[in-house]
């Protein structure tokens, strides 16, 4: 299993933007895609973006197209999720998680980070 540890949550004001961070724990992420979920109290995880392993395709949530851009850095092992224009329901607790795969798509791994909390309250 792939272990990830996220990082960049906060408390922000609508409108307000954040940038999250990924890092991969013992392990080169530039052969995996990743995506980027979230899971609010009482609901579902959800898929919120995803970067192929090259960084060349991205995919995302209706909910955040045109507010959120997912990036990697593979030499830095890095895969990131800038946030703007936030809402209050974008309130969540944000993980990364890989694909065995290149691309987005099949098995996905599921050993689970801590996540980072995202609030966006006035």
């Known amino acids: 299993q792939l272990q990830f540890v996220e990082s960049g949550g906060g408390l922000v004001q609508p409108g307000g933007s954040l940038r999250l961070s990924c890092a991969a724990s013992?392990?080169?992420?530039?052969?995996?895609?990743i995506g980027w979920f979230r899971q609010a109290p009482g609901k579902e995880r959800e898929g919120v973006s995803c970067?192929?392993?090259?960084?060349?395709?991205?995919n995302y949530a209706d909910s955040v197209k045109g507010r959120f851009t997912i990036s990697r850095d593979n030499a830095k092992n890095m895969v990131y999720l800038q946030m703007n224009s936030l809402k209050p329901e974008d309130t969540s607790v944000y993980y990364c998680?890989?694909?065995?795969?290149?691309?987005?798509?099949?098995?996905?791994?599921?050993?689970w980070g801590q996540g980072t909390q995202v609030t966006v309250s006035s």
């Open positions: 013992g392990f080169s992420l530039r052969y995996y895609a």
């Open positions: 970067i192929s392993a090259s960084g060349g395709d991205t």
């Open positions: 998680q890989g694909y065995d795969s290149r691309v987005c798509a099949g098995y996905r791994f599921d050993s």
